[in-house]
């Protein structure tokens, strides 16, 4: 069982830069993928980025690719995304989840545990 509280979440401007973090409850976070998932108001839950379970594999949407950075710190058992040069499209309710051994997922419904999530809302 992992429990994920996300944090870091607030309004900001265009242009400006953010970071999430992801805090995982338990021993196994180290071997979970870490997914980055965001919904707007009225709009599908798309993906952002993921990070593997052995950090090695990043992926991101390319909306945000040049933009957005996934990191993990075991130590710590937290997941970050960093982001910068942040674009009022950016707003939405950012939520990670995790899966056992993955490599770095898009796809929501291979992540089995999943944080409530944190405001996000970037103005011009």
């Known amino acids: 069982q992992v429990r994920l509280v996300e944090s870091g979440g607030g309004s900001v401007q265009a242009g400006d830069s953010l970071r999430l973090s992801c805090a995982a409850s338990?021993?196994?976070?180290?071997?979970?993928?870490v997914g980055w998932f965001r919904q707007a108001p009225g709009k599908d839950r798309e993906f952002v980025a993921a990070i593997g379970w052995t950090g090695g594999n990043k992926v991101y949407a390319d909306s945000v690719k040049g933009r957005f950075t996934v990191s993990r710190d075991n130590a710590k058992n937290t997941a970050y995304l960093q982001m910068n040069t942040m674009k009022r499209e950016d707003t939405a309710v950012y939520s990670c989840?995790?899966?056992?051994?993955?490599?770095?997922?898009?796809?929501?419904?291979?992540?089995?545990?999943w944080g409530q999530g944190t405001q996000v809302t970037v103005s011009s």
């Open positions: 989840a995790a899966e056992p051994y993955g490599v770095g997922s898009a796809y929501s419904h291979q992540y089995v545990y």
């Open positions: 338990g021993r196994t976070f180290e071997t979970h993928a």
